[in-house]
T-cell receptor, first 117, second 114 residues
């Protein structure tokens, strides 16, 4: 299994540009997550999904959008990029029965380093 | 809302000595607690978790953590540190009463010197 894969690894955007960060998992996990990691700040949850067709906001959703049309894929869309979105973005997945939250560990992708200039 | 604090930005230990990385949490209900490790330019990797039961939890690579409800702590420990343990360690908490909302600490950088 490849686990959680993310593309691209690095990207530089100009202010106002848009892009999609791709995330795919091959573990048949129902939960998927997007986090951003800023220096000294830990990880902040942007959006998450409990299954195909179901998404919800996390702690810092402004400026981002997501969709989940399949179990495997969970792309993150940045519209009108701003310097404040310069960060490292991590996608993660986990399995938990049902949709009421769970206690199983998350598996993380290698991250996308995004710079907005 | 739940929160987690890692009071030390940096922990330095000598190889072969015991190590402790501290974590305290705040939740309104019962906590799920996790430790993750991050090596340079990599995603986070799961080390161990506390859900219920025995307060001493054993995990990967010889790490363990002790859940202390009265002190709301979940410190990560290892009896004998290795240079290869040098990495960034994150504590995380999920409140059972708040679905899907995991909060991470800011991280503690562990450096093990030969």
């Amino acid at each position: 299994n490849a686990g959680v894969t993310q593309t691209p690894k690095f990207r530089i955007l100009k202010i106002g540009q848009s892009m999609t960060l791709q995330c795919t998992q091959d573990m048949n996990h129902n939960y998927m997550y997007w986090y951003r990691q800023d220096p000294g700040m830990g990880l902040k949850l942007i959006y998450y999904s409990v299954g195909a067709g179901i998404t919800d906001k996390g702690e810092v959703p402004n400026g981002y959008n997501v969709s989940r049309s399949t179990t495997e894929d969970f792309p993150l869309r940045l519209e009108l990029a701003a310097p404040s979105q310069t960060s490292v973005y991590f996608c993660a997945s986990s399995y938990s029965p049902g949709t009421s939250g769970g206690y199983n560990e998350q598996f993380f992708g290698p991250g996308t380093r995004l710079t907005v200039l | 809302a739940q929160s987690v604090a890692q009071p030390e930005d940096q922990v330095n230990v000598a190889e072969g000595n015991p190590l402790t990385v501290k974590c305290t949490y705040s939740v309104s209900g019962n906590p799920y607690l996790f430790w993750y490790v991050q090596y340079p330019n990599r995603g986070l990797q799961f080390l161990l978790k506390y859900i219920t039961g025995d307060n001493l939890v054993k995990g990967s690579y010889g790490f363990e953590a002790e859940f202390n409800k009265s002190q709301t702590s979940f410190h990560l420990k290892k009896p004998s540190a290795l240079v290869s343990d040098s990495a960034l360690y994150f504590c995380a908490v999920r409140d059972l009463g708040r679905k899907n909302d995991m909060r991470f600490g800011a991280g503690t950088r562990l450096t093990v010197k030969p």
